[in-house]
């Protein structure tokens, strides 16, 4: 006997048991083997694609009181983290409330105020500013930072592509203002100072900081270089414009044969507008003393400008 079609909603996404029968859908047909309970109330289609969001809705939709919160939440959102981060769902419900309790989840009892949940294709999840605050007791400073820049990071018109920030650095500091007692606010008041609109990743946000503690004076980003004609025709991932100096992260794309011919080519545009460029690779971001400072530090002697 052929199995009862799901409806369409259902194909792509996790569901309630709830949901599943409000929609015409049999109790036995929820007990088919092409779908899974990964836990109680809850159905996913098995061997289906899902996004993150879509296998998180099931488990909002059980609770209006719960939400989906900390490193769950900033996964869901693209927030780049470290690979050793807690992998399992973290759910959170407000304080005075029980912690959400289910099969591998983690749940938290915390306050959450006005404005700080949002719906995020159908899932309750915390907003940007606030999933960033709950990471301040998660990540050390310098992954905080970075998840930090990814939310605020901008490009105007003239970039080639331009980005919107997802919130920005007077809402982070907004956030964390508005509790007081939150686990993790020292950590998080220390990365505020640090975070800059402009880092496109991760290592860009660490070459950026281990210039700042080797003492060498913070790169700007954001920076273009024009021609004659003010047309824009570079776009440093960080730059000294005082000392006509452009630095260039070069990640793993880099080793791609279409890719080093534009790089040769930007940087001979770079050299033809007056600005040296200094490329960087990962290994110059390791170790003690990493390379990216004595690069940099030369550079910027070479300039006649000792730093």
């Not at 959102?77 to 289910?102: C, E, K, N, V």
Request: glycine fraction near 6%; charge should be positive.
């Amino acid at each position: 006997m052929r199995a009862q079609e799901l409806p369409e909603t259902f194909l792509n996404s996790s569901f309630t048991v709830k949901e599943a029968l409000a929609a015409g859908v049999s109790r036995s047909r929820l007990r088919a083997a092409d779908l899974s309970a990964p836990t109680r109330g809850v159905r996913v289609p098995r061997g289906a694609d899902l996004t993150l969001l879509a296998q998180l809705h099931a488990v909002t939709a059980l609770d209006d009181a719960t939400t989906v919160s900390e490193l769950t939440a900033a996964r869901a959102r693209g927030i780049p983290l470290p690979f050793w981060a807690d992998q399992r769902i973290h759910l959170s419900r407000t304080r005075g409330g029980t912690h959400p309790r289910r099969t591998g989840v983690i749940g938290h009892r915390t306050l959450l105020l006005p404005g700080e949940v949002e719906y995020l294709a159908g899932v309750r999840i915390t907003s940007a500013a606030r999933t960033w605050l709950d990471l301040a007791h998660h990540l050390p400073l310098a992954d905080l930072v970075a998840a930090g820049d990814h939310l605020v990071n901008e490009h105007g018109p003239d970039h080639p592509f331009p980005r919107t920030p997802l919130c920005t650095p007077a809402d982070l500091r907004r956030v964390t203002l508005d509790h007081p007692k939150m686990k993790g606010k020292t950590n998080a008041l220390a990365a505020l100072e640090l975070i800059r609109p402009g880092a496109d990743s991760p290592q860009e946000t660490r070459m950026r900081l281990i210039l700042l503690d080797h003492g060498l004076p913070e790169p700007r980003l954001n920076v273009i270089l024009y021609d004659s004609w003010g047309k824009p025709n570079v776009w440093p991932d960080a730059a000294y414009p005082e000392h006509r100096l452009s630095l260039q992260y070069d990640g793993k794309l880099h080793d791609e044969a279409r890719q080093y011919e534009r790089d040769i080519a930007r940087a001979a545009i770079t050299a033809e507008l007056g600005w040296e460029e200094l490329r960087i690779s990962a290994s110059d971001l390791r170790g003690p003393q990493p390379g990216v400072v004595r690069k940099v530090r030369r550079a910027l002697h070479k300039s006649g400008r000792a730093a």
